[in-house]
């Protein structure tokens, strides 16, 4: 079952976003999907790095053209191109945010402010803009104008230290979790502004960073080891708050089990092989503490002859927490993500493709389709027009290159 | 460098917090440092497990009587005890959601229906609320019932699948990352729809799950999915987008070095060791992923005999993406964090205690210091007065139980 997905709680709120790779295109895409009206601006010629970062020319023009990373962060944009580095693009710029209400961007620390599109000159142009800004470490301090990424982050938190085996190296976290977190602190940091402004009529600056957002989510390790010194250290799958709580090896693959309370752990162990399992020293959480080992053996040695689908239907009954490590595709096409919405479906030149909705939702009843992602720069002369550019200022505008070289640009 | 770090941005809104342990308390916490009123409803006895979740008694007095992580998800709150069990239990929630803006929970699917509390009975005699559900697996579907964790949604969504080494069982991700994640996407859904109300005078339900967090995190994976068929499977910390992008062993650690252009290799390569890494068949994108294992061994050659710190030094110079892989207590007292505001000090029996600010920082000037983690309850009877409820009418309800059984609740 695929939904339409895209809201109407922001109509009227125009977003123009020169952001670019995840964290903030997926900002934007957010605020599209709940329906403002998202302008991407990108740099002629290749644009966003991500309609093609990782892949050859054969695998783009297999999938249409742009990346999937890109198809899944960029619907319900429109796209056009300016080139900054000219005085006329930057003059564009300045046309465009006079009728905007948010900007985002997450150039690297000092860029807007060299293209004179700072949040300190431009708010004081424009002060009822809500100013987004990202950057990898933040605007100030030693390490603000280092460039960064995800896994930079992973490492710099402490989030790869405790991701991985024991007695192994660390290992990355499988997705870009702290590029969509800070993300969505970013999307929430300018909803909280546009509130106030609606209050106040003021707008203002709003700014994030990787090492935010990577630190809003090591922030429970932090305070342990602020309040008691304590230093957690990477332990495979299992975790220092109850036993079990890891991953089990099945006969065709793994589950996790989780029992935290006594009561859960008495029907996992009556459920799987009160035998072995309803030892005394093992019916507390100390008890469970204090063997570990001894309890991680005894489950394994049964799950391991049985199927994943087998185990997750017997706990799932005795109300044992319990999961399958599901791969992409089973993880994509499980039912129930369709069945609570949280499947769309996006218009695309091969045809409508699935995609995940945003992760909220909405018990107004406006829900529209979607517009597909954006060909780079394709609607360059409809948005100058929206925002009061007429033909003779376009073409003055992009004579001297604001939309890149003459002829860059496509048009719808 | 410490900074208190409370805005007024949603100044006079008030919050009924329903929800426990990690991803609704951290988006209360959220709304809360924006400067909304959260009040924490909490069961008379224990109230949220959080407060001493997987710690023994003696850690649990040592750190003041609540666990670390409770206390960096719950500053800005005030505690009151509601046993929604007893029917004046629940007159007392009915009360005090008709003198609220937002109301919060997590309970299982069903259960605020039982209590009378569910959404579509509270928005139609309360149309202006704006009322925020949160579960596992989302509420309607097969799985909406099901019990789960950060860990089960790990797997099912497919991230457990991809974080680990190729050859070994998955790992988990060190940190809660789905519940955060999810909780953030909470506190933005909020938001909108308190913008929304300022402008139509109307509430409405906002409703997420953990299913929908993870999902979001993983969209873009699932995305090459549906577009092209591929699975990615683990990788230990490299990653398939660019070589080099992955974790080194150093003298003394780990760090990790991504260069995904061609110019940023020949930095590196020049930077490490041009004589091993300059070599004819590395110089391009396509080169290096196709002598993938011949450049992770020669990079990894040079990184084992140079210290972390040094590298850091050397490639950073040269604008070589580099990290440090961190410790907690590394990473929790790297100066850039305090540098750019991101540490913040709470209010604590045994004094201010460092803790991560909110990760979103704003241009108003107005920032307040916090008020700390509340004892359980302590706020029932003030909360109570503040919404109407006069002594009389306290002392009935407290007799009927809905505060607990008689004297559980420490007043302030």
Not at 50 to 72: C, K
């Amino acid at each position: 079952m695929l939904e339409a997905g895209r809201y109407s709680l922001l109509e009227g709120i125009r977003v123009l976003d020169f952001s670019r790779v995840f964290a903030v295109p997926a900002c934007g895409q957010f605020l599209g999907d709940l329906g403002a009206e998202v302008i991407k601006v990108e740099a002629p010629g290749n644009g966003d790095e991500a309609r093609y970062y990782g892949m050859t020319d054969a695998e783009l023009e297999a999938v249409g053209g742009v990346s999937p990373s890109f198809h899944a962060f960029n619907r319900n944009k429109r796209s056009i191109t300016l080139d900054l580095r000219t005085e006329a693009g930057r003059e564009t710029a300045h046309r465009l945010i006079r009728g905007s209400d948010v900007l985002l961007h997450n150039f690297r620390v000092g860029t807007m402010e060299k293209f004179g599109l700072g949040a300190e000159a431009i708010l004081a142009a424009h002060p009822r803009l809500v100013y987004g800004a990202f950057s990898a470490y933040g605007s100030r301090g030693a390490k603000a104008r280092i460039g960064a990424n995800d896994l930079a982050l992973q490492a710099h938190s402490g989030l790869l230290h405790i991701t991985g085996e024991a007695d192994r190296p660390p290992v990355r976290v499988g997705t870009a979790a702290i590029d969509l977190h800070a993300g969505m602190a970013l999307a929430a940091g300018i909803l909280a502004a546009l509130f106030h402004r609606e209050r106040t009529g003021k707008g203002q600056l709003v700014e994030t960073s990787l090492l935010q957002g990577a630190a809003h989510l090591m922030s429970y390790f932090y305070a342990e080891y602020w309040m008691t010194g304590a230093e957690r250290q990477r332990m495979g799958t299992a975790n220092h708050l109850s036993v079990p709580n890891q991953v089990f090896p099945t006969a065709d693959g793994y589950v996790v089990i989780i029992a935290p309370s006594d009561e859960m752990w008495d029907r996992l162990a009556r459920t799987l092989d009160p035998e072995t399992l309803l030892r005394p020293e093992f019916e507390t959480i100390g008890g469970r503490h204090s063997h570990r080992d001894a309890v991680i053996d005894a489950i394994s040695a049964v799950t391991r002859t049985r199927s994943s689908d087998d185990l997750l239907i017997a706990l799932g009954a005795a109300k044992v927490n319990v999961a399958k490590v599901n791969t992409i595709g089973e993880a994509a096409e499980d039912a129930q993500l369709a069945d609570i919405g949280g499947l769309t479906s996006v218009p695309h030149a091969d045809g409508p493709k699935p995609a995940v909705s945003m992760p909220v939702a909405f018990g107004t009843a406006d829900r529209q389709s979607h517009a597909p992602v954006p060909g780079l720069g394709e609607d360059t002369r409809t948005v100058c027009t929206e925002y009061g550019i007429d033909d003779a200022e376009y073409d003055r505008l992009h004579a001297a290159g604001a939309f890149g070289p003459c002829g860059t640009e496509t048009e719808t």
